[in-house]
């Protein structure tokens, strides 16, 4: 009798705690993407969770500070349309739990008027469909692996020239430029198992191989792999004339670390991420070893796009260094605000609906250039190919961008 | 058959430091039946010590090595003083494996302030540096690694068998309480042994350092590689956890460089099955207490 009365006492009070929570959900649902009108006075939320912490956190802080820059740019010249900008910034630790989390907090619990996206595809997907559920227009400025776009989002753009898989297509260009005599033989493939990097490296070497570039090794590699010595011995064994690392951040470094301590230098090397961060690659390889290395970029130093000198200058101010160190994850995350910025200058408005509709039509110039997307979010352009020469990252081709003619060989080890 | 041996070779000089770090772990187990899931940490915290020192004061950290051992030694002792020794002896078992994991967390907070969360990697001029031996590489700070570690088991090995702390060591490791009747201290002995265990932490995290980069967040991987090592080598036992040292190593990267990396790990936890079906105890644990 008694257990009987604990049962009903306890239905009773999951049965409350249910009708709260449709009540709070009800309410949270009706506040989200409204609130930019409810509250179109004060300041302008944006809320993004970004990985300061775990395996992406390189990367995540270098687009806080892109966002945080354009923040402070664009407050300093008196907001958007007279809004002051405030960003709300959480960590998701480089969790795809803990972002889905922080996007619904921001959202129904922070009531943010806009939100900004996190790093990496596999940090994207899940983010935009919260993003999605509540009407936001998402704007990322990393995370363009194919699986974004098979979503098929309508308020979903993805922040820099071409898709993901896609970025490494400017290194094919070059490398089929060049005379037969010139052009490698034979290439090894070493990829990270992630959203982001493999794609590339096999989107490279579908082109290759179609070219005749005979494939001798080709491994991917779990992204908990802590050593990948075997790994690169393996791919040494086979002695190719050209190394495509499908990698982010950290295996980029090992990568480089292995070969120099095998003695094996290929004769051309691209590199789809960690290579073009000049912050901390040259501190992680040996600046001495960086030379010859490829890899791809929507932004570079000197660059004449919108709003690059300004960028530039504020950023050394901000955070020191020089324009070699400006990391172009920032870039793309600035990029970010200066479309919301464009957009609130050519409507007059500045809610989620008119920005999903307004970036749907048009070209729209950025740091990146000038950025245009289809439906699925996925932009139409072309990334830059770059190139480690006396320790500085140059772009080298296309010809209408490059500053430096594409060194080949690569250069031996600095050691 | 060049990337199985090159293969053998990275995982032949890898396993002398996997065998320093897991030696601490089997150390504080064999003492005092404490399984320290802190140790992990406590490597992670000597190779920012190292790597500190280093960047800096340019101390190398092959001969900072002394300055983190002293160091760790007396963060280990006062670990096992201020949170393992106020466990009741009946409970300590169960209740350090909570224990060490928040000294783990309460480790990689600290870290996590003071250097942040971005990879580390301690860049000497050396640290690429190879040689070359029938085509094969060797590479220079992972043979120096390894012979750093088997010096530093040696010194272990003279101190638990040639030495009278040695003496008191094994007692309590082989009979804690007729130890205590024969006026060993097990409490003193207990706090030098953890300490002692912390202190290979220290020359292990030096030279994980020169190996990999790392953040406060790497000695997750570690711990449940620890933890495997000690396990097939039998748990208390240093022998073993060298033996398992040199299994988990070579086999990892010799599937890694001749399979796929991604099997390396499953292999690895493949062998550690069949040996713990057909010797339930490990390779070299004992029934009875002792094994060390």
Known sequence: ?415 | MHAFIQGLILGLLTAGVYALMASGQTLIFGIMNVINLAQGAMVILSAYISYQLFKSFGIDPFLAIPIVTVGMFVIGVAVQLLFLRPLKREDRAELSLLVTFAIALLIEGIMSITWKTNYRSINTSYANSSWTVFGYQITLVRLWACVLSLVALGLLYVLLNKTRFGRAVRATVQNPESARLLGVESDRVAALGFGLGSATAAAAGSVYGLLYAFYPGSHYDLISLLLSIVVLGGLGSIGGAMVGAVVVSTSSAIVASTISPAWSAMTFFVILIVVLVVRPRGLFGSTARGAI
């Open chain 1, 1 to 415: 009798m008694t257990d009987l009365k604990q049962l009903r006492r306890s239905l009773a009070v999951l049965g409350g705690i249910g009708v709260v929570a449709v009540v709070v959900a009800g309410c949270a649902s009706s506040s989200g993407g409204g609130s930019s009108k409810s509250n179109s006075k004060g300041p302008l939320v944006i809320g993004a969770s970004v990985s300061l912490t775990g395996d992406f956190s390189d990367s995540g802080k270098a687009v806080k500070r892109g966002y945080d820059l354009w923040a402070s740019t664009v407050n300093a010249n008196g907001g958007v349309l007279g809004r002051k900008v405030q960003m709300k910034i959480v960590d998701d630790a480089s969790s795809t739990t803990q972002v889905v989390t922080n996007y619904q907090n921001l959202i129904n619990k922070d009531h943010v008027n806009l939100t900004f996206g996190p790093f990496s595809t596999l940090l994207t997907i899940p983010a935009s469909r919260v993003a999605k559920r509540y009407g936001y227009a998402f704007l990322a400025p990393a995370g363009g692996g194919p699986d974004v776009f098979k979503q098929n989002l309508d308020n979903f753009f993805f922040v820099q020239p071409a898709p993901t898989t896609q970025s490494g297509n400017v290194f094919a260009n070059w490398i089929l430029s060049l005379p037969a005599a010139d052009q490698p033989k034979t290439a090894a493939y070493a990829e990270l198992d992630d959203p982001f990097s493999a794609p590339i490296a096999e989107s490279l070497r579908a082109k290759f191989e179609a070219a005749g570039i005979r494939t001798v090794y080709k491994q991917v590699y779990p992204a908990e792999t802590q050593d990948l010595s075997p790994v690169m011995a393996a791919l040494v064994a086979k002695k190719p004339d050209m190394i495509i690392g499908g990698t982010q951040s950290n295996d980029a470094y090992a990568q480089v670390k292995s070969l120099v301590q095998l003695k094996y230098s290929p004769k051309f090397m691209y590199q789809s991420n960690g290579a073009n961060d000049p912050l901390n690659y040259p501190d992680k390889v040996g600046a001495k070893n960086t030379e010859g290395i490829m890899s791809a970029a929507d932004w570079f130093p000197g660059s004449t796009a919108v709003g690059s000198a300004a960028f530039t200058a504020a950023y050394i101010k901000a955070y020191g260094g020089t324009a070699q160190q400006v990391d172009d994850s920032s870039a793309e995350a600035y990029s970010v605000g200066q479309l919301i910025e464009a957009v609130a200058k050519k409507t007059g408005k500045i809610d989620n609906a008119t920005i999903i509709k307004s970036l749907h039509s048009g070209t729209w110039q950025t740091l990146l250039g000038s950025l245009s997307w289809s439906a699925n979010g996925s932009p139409s352009g072309e990334f830059n190919l770059v190139q480690w020469q006396k320790s500085a990252l140059v772009p080298v081709f296309p010809t209408t961008i490059a500053k430096a003619t594409p060194q080949h060989p690569k250069p031996n080890w600095g050691g």
